[in-house]
């Protein structure tokens, strides 16, 4: 086996206080899962006998779980609180736990236990093989709708299709990432992100394994069918181009369709046949036509919007407090050099 060398740390109190795992964890209002979430992840970690930290990024929460996790930080200090000042989404709320976490492994999983933390451990082991990347693969998704696991299943094999990343099949955000990646992926700072495209965007050395997804262990999803739409539509705006070519496309093809009909016409009237005259024909033409212009203009409009989001150069999010990192309590820490995990900008 080899070993990953880690990159060079800031300075020598660096080089004590870095764990070697950092587990991100995103989090909104899932006060029903913290404590079995804290039994069970610090059950495992422990057992793995590295130098480990939680990095928790309250998303808004708007129940108990900031007090929770408060309360869990003031008797370990193992567990480190991120806190957004509102709500700013999953994928957000997963790039400030990268940006904060320290160790030289990082670890992305959900709250809900639909991705068993038992898993690390084989993280762990690929990781200490060479391998960067280590993404888990859904073999078995338990407790979900017949609608949701053929949509997944046909997502994923859609943007494989349509984009030239090599997205793996049947994989969420649950994966290790090598701090050399992670610092990698802190340089990409777009708004709307699909993060499992971003990771397997970069490259690296990476190798899946598979498990059984449970069902969620307390709580309702949050990712919804809205929410669902809406980050399939970023990650098909962020890797493909595909829907601004089928109106090119589509436009061709009309154009074509529409010369035929033109000469087909125009033989028709000269040989005395009728068939065409009146209004109906027009109008139908006339409605398929400009639908098909609104589609593509609301397509053209989804970029134009991501451009738009871009330009205004705003944070990815805005912390409110933060506890466990640099010795600050209760103040946001200073701000995060995106460069070099675990330095901070004085």
Partial sequence: MTSIAPLPRSNASQEQTRPTLSVVVPIFNEEAVIPELYRRMTEVLDKIGESWEMVCINDGSRDRSVEMLRELHDNDPRIKLVSFSRNFGHQIAITAGMDYAQGDAVVIIDADLQDPPELIETMMAKWREGYEVIYAVRADRRGESFFKLWTARAFYRLLRRITDVDIPLDTGDFRLMDRRVVVAMRRLREHHRFMRGLSSWLGFRQVGVPYERAERYAGETKYPLRKMLRLTMDAITSFSYLPLRLATYFGFSLAAVSLIGILLTVALRLSGNNAFEGQATTLVAVLFLGGIQLIFLGIIGEY???????????????????????????????AVNLEEPHAVVD
């Fill in 304 to 334: 134009l919007g991501r451009i738009y989001d871009e330009s205004k150069d705003r944070p990815l999010y805005i912390v409110s407090l933060a506890y466990g990192f640099a010795g600050v309590e209760d103040t946001p820490p200073p």
